[in-house]
T-cell receptor, first 115, second 112 residues
Framework: AQSVAQPEDQVNVAEGNPLTVKCTYSVSGNPYLFWYVQYPNRGLQFLLKYITGDNLVKGSYGFEAEFNKSQTSFHLKKPSALVSDSALYFCAVREPGAGSYQLTFGKGTKLSVIP | ETGVTQTPRHLVMGMTNKKSLKCEQHLGHNAMYWYKQSAKKPLELMFVYSLEERVENNSVPSRFSPECPNSSHLFLHLHTLQPEDSALYLC???????????FGEGSWLTVV
């Protein structure tokens, strides 16, 4: 069964500093990995995904994520945090294959960027 | 503007009421989903429709009844809900199941 873990409930970072939001996964085969962001009182917005290819994936709003197969991780990163990046971030995984479609989401990490 | 529109955004209903949540997607997708988001719990997939046929029903109580009249519209009919059903209900769509899912803004449901 596929699973995803976000080990930190909350991450605090000063504005202008680099940020990392951690995600590890467990899946049979090569995973499809996703990051979503949820601003207060809003739905989830797609940020980026890894299917295959380069381990470093670039996404919306200056975010990127690095796929590390040996560590089964897919951490979200941004070189310089903005106060407007404060939100709830969700990592998601699904198994590869045409018959697999269900995404498993992590519990979310609350990012607070301090001015 | 997410391409997936949900109405109403907020709904308060009594346990004996019947109400419906509506979702419309403008992305030309052929798969639609209902998710439930409760405080401090992972996102729960409730229903999946592909080409207007229900594919998944994750052991959801019968007081939740989905309807997908066409590939652009999805409804969630609510009847005799319980207070623990209070949550954010998210509609989503994708081009084929398993591809990137795009969410609506959600409908906040409070059952009193």
């Amino acid at each position: 069964a596929q699973s995803v873990a976000q080990p930190e409930d909350q991450v605090n970072v000063a504005e202008g500093n680099p940020l990392t939001v951690k995600c590890t996964y467990s899946v049979s085969g090569n995973p499809y990995l996703f990051w979503y962001v949820q601003y207060p009182n809003r739905g989830l917005q797609f940020l980026l995904k890894y299917i295959t290819g380069d381990n470093l994936v670039k996404g919306s709003y200056g975010f990127e994520a690095e796929f590390n197969k040996s560590q089964t991780s897919f951490h979200l990163k941004k070189p310089s945090a903005l106060v407007s990046d404060s939100a709830l971030y969700f990592c998601a995984v699904r198994e590869p294959g045409a018959g697999s479609y269900q995404l498993t989401f992590g519990k979310g990490t609350k990012l607070s960027v301090i001015p | 503007e997410t391409g997936v529109t949900q109405t109403p955004r907020h709904l308060v209903m009594g346990m004996t009421n019947k109400k419906s949540l509506k979702c419309e997607q403008h992305l030309g997708h052929n798969a639609m989903y209902w998710y439930k988001q409760s405080a401090k719990k992972p996102l729960e997939l409730m229903f999946v429709y592909s080409l207007e046929e229900r594919v998944e029903n994750n052991s959801v109580p019968s007081r939740f009844s989905p309807e997908c009249p066409n590939s652009s519209h999805l409804f969630l009919h609510l009847h005799t809900l319980q207070p623990e059903d209070s949550a954010l209900y998210l509609c989503a769509s994708s081009q084929d199941m398993g591809n990137t899912i795009y969410f609506g803004e959600g409908s906040w449901l409070t059952v009193v």
